[in-house]
């Protein structure tokens, strides 16, 4: 399963060092999916967006839809949108 997410939502996390990532639950398609992602795949995550600001970077988070919508395995990936010349 593959979702974009919002990079300003994304962003307003709050994660001090040593937490754990806290579990999510997003709403998508008429389904609550959940799930956890790494924690420090959560702080760099949160670093590229507060780097390059939310407009800049593209959230997508990755897994494998298991039974009761759950996310196993559940990664984020952040890319940095590339600039027009």
Do not use: C
């Not at 998508?28 to 795949?41: D, E, I, L, T, Y």
């Not at 949160?46 to 997508?60: D, F, L, N, S, Y």
């Amino acid at each position: 399963m593959t979702l974009v997410l919002d990079a300003a939502v994304l962003g307003k996390i709050e994660l001090p060092t040593g937490a754990p990532a806290p579990l999510f639950v997003i709403e998508a398609g008429g389904r609550r999916v959940s799930g956890q992602v790494s924690a420090k795949g959560l702080r760099k995550a949160i670093a590229t967006i507060a780097e390059h600001g939310p407009e800049q970077v593209a959230v997508i988070l990755q897994g494998k839809l298991e039974p009761g919508d759950v996310i196993a395995k559940a990664g984020l990936v952040v890319q940095v949108k590339a600039t027009k010349t």
